[in-house]
């Protein structure tokens, strides 16, 4: 488990995040509340907090060392990114990456 002051995830996490999850918590957790709140269905509500779920555990993999690919697959995971894009904006980095290393040797 993850340190305790490691408070990277809760700091990366947009105001609208940070929002849901207020309201998550003063709701005692009730998935069904929270969807009326919202005014959306429970599957739509479900989906929001599945994508955060995943946001929040890329946020704080610590086998994930590099800035931005943590943000890259945290944007994916959010929704933001479709699948190719997210693929080619990796690889890419990742590319890019190896290039300026194989410059340093």
Do not use: H
């Not at 995830?9 to 929270?34: H, M, N, P, Q």
């Not at 959010?78 to 194989?102: C, M, P, V, W």
Request: aromatic letters at 10%; proline letters at 2%; glycine letters at 4%.
């Amino acid at each position: 488990m993850p340190a305790l002051g490691n408070r990277y995830w809760v700091d990366s996490l947009e105001e609208e995040d940070l929002a849901f999850l207020k309201r998550f918590v003063l709701l005692s957790g009730s998935l069904k509340d929270l969807a009326e709140a919202y005014g959306v269905s429970y599957p739509t509500l479900r989906l929001r907090l599945d994508r955060l779920i995943q946001k929040i555990r890329i946020l704080d993999d610590q086998k994930i060392e590099d800035r931005y690919e943590r943000l890259l697959r945290a944007q994916f995971a959010d929704g933001k990114i479709e699948a190719a894009t997210f693929k080619q904006l990796l690889s890419a980095y990742r590319q890019q990456n190896q290039q300026k290393q194989k410059g340093c040797e």
